[in-house]
């Protein structure tokens, strides 16, 4: 809005005094293209609802109505592979090493990025030129596009983000669902580090991905817990079905079924094993789980590494074959450097010196 800058390739070319100018004009005979979905984007009803009253008012200024929108058709296409190459350029060096400190959708942008060959990149660039000419020769028959600027309303801060619109499942997320290809904790990851969640407030939804797949979880004394996907007409799956490795069956049906109609505190939590500890007062609860950590960092990486697996492991298979396969990770650290520091540094006295932790796989 700042008017033409050389810098800018993409820049205004009007002055920025035209957005001080009145507003007051006579509207009788402007085009304007009106679109509810911008060519059959889903819609909430309830977004619709309340634009259509709307058209009225343009009809009683004299406005020329027509129901068009110019063709975006790849747009979707072009977007997907210019944004994945940003988070290639800006989380790529970053995805190595500190993985599991990165958010899933973050991992699966840059990942998609990092795949993209010089041909594609090359083809998204030719199809955006072709769709700024499309849009370009749209708007010279038309002043102005009036049309949804959201496809749904605010929606509960206990939803991550909509999995569907007007019944119309959110494509990646529903891939990913459907192929059970999730990338949210250290499990879906195979991250072989000891995971510790704290909980600080309120831990609702999608939270518990990271309550049921951490290792060690504690709370602060004034935490609350609930699940409220029923209450806003989605499912309890996932969530609930890791947390049945830590708790009583009926302890989790219960909590599903009430949904946001009730909480469960700290106390109760602790008695029904979804954590182990509750941190008093609140404002220690970093301090303490960095203090769990640091008593964790002080065994072997490589022996802690081997546990995690063996354990973890165990939850897929009978009592037979995990301690089969428990087995096997017990015979791997066999030879291992730790093997014989742990024993030296305690007859002598001393901290360990570990070998360093090998990068997880």
């Known amino acids: 809005m700042a008017g033409p800058d050389p810098r800018s390739p993409i820049a205004i070319t009007e002055a920025g005094e035209t957005f001080r100018r009145?507003?007051?004009?006579?509207?009788?005979?402007?085009?304007?293209?009106?679109?509810?979905?911008?060519g059959g984007l889903p819609?909430?009803?309830?977004v619709t609802a309340a634009l259509e009253?709307?058209?009225?008012?343009f009809e009683t200024l004299g406005c020329v109505i027509e129901d068009t929108e110019p063709d975006v058709h790849d747009a979707r296409e072009i977007f997907q592979a210019l944004r994945a190459l940003s988070f290639a350029i800006k989380f790529g060096p970053l995805l190595a090493e500190h993985?599991?400190?990165i958010k899933d959708t973050v991992i699966w942008n840059t990942e998609q990025g990092l795949k993209l060959t010089a041909r594609e990149l090359g083809e998204a660039e030719v199809k955006r030129t072709a769709l700024y000419h499309r849009v370009r020769q749209f708007m010279e028959?038309?002043?102005?596009?009036?049309?949804p600027v959201t496809q749904v309303p605010p929606f509960s801060v206990d939803v991550e983000y909509p999995t569907e619109i007007a019944g119309v499942g959110m494509e990646r997320y529903r891939e990913s669902v459907e192929n059970w290809d999730l990338h949210f904790t250290a499990w879906h990851q195979k991250v072989w580090k000891p995971v510790i969640t704290a909980v600080n407030g309120i831990c609702a939804g999608g939270g518990f991905h990271w309550v049921a797949d951490a290792d060690i979880v504690i709370a602060a004394s004034d935490a609350q817990f609930f699940d409220p996907h029923v209450s806003v007409g989605?499912?309890?799956?996932?969530?609930?079905?890791?947390?049945?490795?830590?708790?009583?069956v009926e302890a989790v049906m219960r909590m599903a079924f009430m949904g946001r109609y009730e909480r469960m505190d700290a106390e109760r939590a602790r008695e029904l094993g979804m954590i182990s500890e509750i941190v008093d007062p609140p404002s220690r609860l970093r301090e303490r789980a960095q203090e769990i950590g640091e008593t964790i960092a002080k065994n072997s990486p490589a022996a802690m590494a081997a546990t995690k697996k063996a354990l973890w492991e165990a939850l897929e298979l009978g009592l037979t074959e995990g301690c089969r396969n428990g087995a096997r990770h017990l015979v791997s650290l066999w030879g291992h450097p730790d093997?014989?520091?742990?024993?030296?540094?305690f007859a002598e006295k001393r901290?360990?010196?570990?070998?360093?932790?090998?990068?997880?796989?």
């Open 141 to 147: 028959r038309h002043e102005f596009l009036v049309l």
């Open 234 to 248: 989605q499912a309890v799956t996932m969530e609930a079905i890791g947390l049945l490795k830590k708790m009583p």
């Open 351 to 361: 901290p360990p010196r570990w070998a360093p932790p090998e990068r997880s796989a």
């Open 53 to 57: 009253p709307r058209r009225k008012i």
């Open 99 to 101: 993985r599991h400190q």
């Open 43 to 46: 819609i909430d009803r309830r």
């Open 339 to 345: 093997q014989d520091e742990g024993p030296r540094a």
């Open 22 to 38: 009145p507003l007051d004009r006579d509207f009788r005979g402007v085009r304007i293209a009106w679109s509810r979905d911008l």
